[in-house]
T-cell receptor, first 114, second 109 residues
Framework: IAGITQAPTSQILAAGRRMTLRCTQD?????MYWYRQDLGLGLRLIHY???????GKGEVPDGYSVSRANTDDFPLTLASAVPSQTSVYFC?????????????FGPGTRLTVL | GQNIDQPTEMTATEGAIVQINCTYQ??????LFWYQQHAGEAPTFLSY??LDGLEEKGRFSSFLSRSKGYSYLLLKELQMKDSASYLC??????????WGAGTKLIIKP
């Protein structure tokens, strides 16, 4: 593994289903982030984690949950998917969690909720 | 509210120079980032400005004026591979990153 990986690359999901997007980094970064990117809008922060064991809510947290059991992994769960959650999801990490550091992004997961 | 404004799309010619502007209205300021994002790919870091002035990095330069709430990204000697979206993001007083919608740059031969 080099950098940040995300899985799956893409997914089509029926509304109401539960889905977990996976994110793993091997850079030993303390901070990790989940964003969604929609056409015509800037990246919007869903949840973040400044260090293992802690998480925080971003701009659009409703309908999503995260956990940070260790430094490397930061999964994002949609408990009951809705069509408005159709988006491209990016995981990112940075050395420290003050948002003032360069963020390194994973390749993204394209999610379609029908 | 907080707002980042960038042109939606720009077109330029290979070998030329292009300036992509970003204006912001945020609650405080702790720095401004530029990222490049090729279609279907992840954003990658280009620059970070926290003080006024111009910072040059190869063919790319980034300028900041905090008093005007304004930044630009200058790309020189344009290459076809520079066709991408360029994202401006501002770190506000709460150290939250506010992202612009991005400027899609199209390079023509």
């Amino acid at each position: 593994i080099a950098g940040i990986t995300q899985a799956p690359t893409s997914q089509i999901l029926a509304a109401g289903r539960r889905m977990t997007l996976r994110c793993t980094q091997d850079m030993r970064h303390n901070a990790m982030y989940w964003y969604r990117q929609d056409l015509g809008l800037g990246l919007r922060l869903i949840h973040y984690s400044n260090t293992a064991g802690t998480t925080g809510k971003g701009e659009v947290p409703d309908g999503y949950s995260v956990s940070r059991a260790n430094t490397d992994d930061f999964p994002l769960t949609l408990a009951s998917a809705v069509p408005s959650q159709t988006s491209v999801y990016f995981c990112a990490s940075s050395v420290e969690g003050d948002f003032g550091n360069e963020q390194f992004f994973g390749p993204g997961t394209r999610l379609t909720v029908l | 509210g907080q707002n980042i404004d960038q042109p939606t799309e720009m077109t330029a010619t290979e070998g030329a120079i292009v300036q992509i502007n970003c204006t912001y209205q945020t609650s405080g300021f702790n720095g401004l980032f530029w990222y490049q994002q090729h279609a279907g790919e992840a954003p990658t870091f280009l620059s970070y400005n926290v003080l006024d002035g111009l910072e040059e990095k190869g063919r790319f330069s980034s300028f900041l004026s905090r008093s005007k709430g304004y930044s630009y990204l200058l790309l020189k000697e344009l290459q076809m591979k520079d066709s991408a979206s360029y994202l401006c993001a501002v770190l506000d007083s709460n150290y939250q990153l506010i992202w612009g919608a991005g400027t899609k740059l199209i390079i023509k031969p």
